[in-house]
């Protein structure tokens, strides 16, 4: 039995902690607001994120961060990405060295082109920080339906000691080398889902929702390669695993924003329906960044970006793709 602190309260964070609690370990989740702690103890449900799921009476509450890291023996990163690196600034003089973080949100810092493990470490350079990711909605994975996901670490004890914590017969936890590759599909992916649901919010079909994963695959292996990662993670549970749950799924947040926008939202209309974080808008950015610094064409994500920030509609971004030069599938294939 570990102890066990989540800090963030969502929906994944809860979603987490009952894993976790069902595993047979002590949960504490911290979250900011002391309403939402004590809504939660009153009714055991995490009212409009995860509606219907009973939270267990053993998963503790608090707002007091101190408290709850202290004395871990896993602490687990569940803040939305943009809130991660603020976290680890305020828990680093908290934790010793080789404290084990796993960081379970998934995006890339806009102003540093960091991952989210990178900014934990350059936060707190002692901690032994590991990666949890992969196709796990947690309206899903709160009630217990079978998931797959990877745990990536720079030492493969530490990637099978997460695994250890998190596995159980409904929760399948795989282990991984490749932080770098896990942490880019779980980040590239909420980019072309915003893509895939402008396409549904067109009234777009199934062709170009297949044409929108295959070509969004391409695209992110590209950049992934390119900096280094591995496309066997790619093309396994953290990339087009979780691209195809993320694209296609009716609990999709990224999904549900781009649908908007394709029926003639702004960004900031989209984002305020879907009232929760919607990680892809927050990656663009830093994706078409990426994708300069390596010289690597994204022709999906540039127009995520121009849909996003630069006021073109999803209907001339859809013109622009069908539309560009002509091109071979593979140009690693030879006549």
């Given at each position: 039995m570990a102890n066990v602190a989540v800090l963030g309260g969502g929906s994944w964070g809860c979603a987490l902690a009952m894993v976790l609690h069902h595993n047979g370990h002590q949960v504490k989740v911290w979250m900011l607001r002391e309403a939402s702690v004590k809504e939660i103890e009153a009714t055991h449900e995490l009212r409009g994120k995860l509606p219907g799921?009973?939270?267990?009476?053993?998963?503790?509450?608090?707002?007091?961060?101190?408290?709850?890291?202290?004395?871990?023996?896993?602490?687990?990163?569940?803040?939305?990405?943009?809130?991660?690196?603020?976290?680890?600034?305020?828990?680093?003089?908290?934790?010793?060295?080789?404290?084990?973080?796993?960081?379970?949100?998934?995006?890339?810092?806009?102003?540093?082109l960091m991952i989210q493990t990178e900014i934990v470490e350059s936060e707190i350079p002692g901690a032994d920080v590991a990666v949890l990711s992969g196709p796990s909605h947690a309206e899903e994975v709160s009630r217990f339906l079978p998931t797959t996901v990877v745990a990536g670490a720079k030492s493969r004890e530490t990637a099978e000691r997460v695994q250890n914590l998190?596995?159980?017969?409904?929760?399948?936890?795989?282990?991984?080398?490749?932080?770098?590759?896990?942490?880019?599909?779980?980040?590239?992916?909420?980019?072309?889902?915003?893509?895939?649901?402008?396409?549904?919010?067109?009234g777009f079909g199934d062709n170009t929702k297949a044409a929108l994963i295959t070509r969004g695959i391409a695209e992110m292996c590209r950049l992934a390669l390119a900096m280094g990662a591995r496309a066997e993670t790619l093309n396994g549970l953290s990339g087009i695993g979780d691209l195809i749950v993320t694209c296609a799924s009716r609990h999709s947040r990224n999904r549900k924003a781009g649908m908007l926008m394709g029926r003639g939202y702004t960004m900031e209309e989209a984002m305020h329906e879907v009232q929760m974080v919607v990680e892809g808008v927050y990656s663009a950015k830093a994706a078409l960044a990426l994708a300069r610094k390596y010289q690597v064409d994204l022709p999906i994500i540039e127009q995520v970006n121009q849909v996003l920030f630069h006021g073109q509609s999803a209907r001339d971004a859809v013109e622009e793709l069908m539309l560009r030069d002509r091109r071979v599938e593979n140009d690693r294939l030879s006549w």
């Open positions: 799921v009973q939270i267990p009476e053993g998963i503790r509450f608090s707002t007091d961060l101190k408290a709850c890291v202290e004395g871990s023996d896993l602490i687990v990163l569940a803040v939305p990405s943009t809130a991660t690196r603020s976290t680890a600034a305020k828990i680093s003089g908290m934790v010793p060295d080789g404290q084990l973080i796993v960081v379970v949100s998934k995006g890339i810092e806009e102003d540093t998190f596995m159980n017969g409904v929760f399948r936890v795989y282990t991984s080398p490749d932080l770098l590759g896990i942490e880019l599909g779980g980040s590239l992916k909420n980019v072309i889902a915003l893509a895939a649901g402008m396409s549904d919010g067109l």
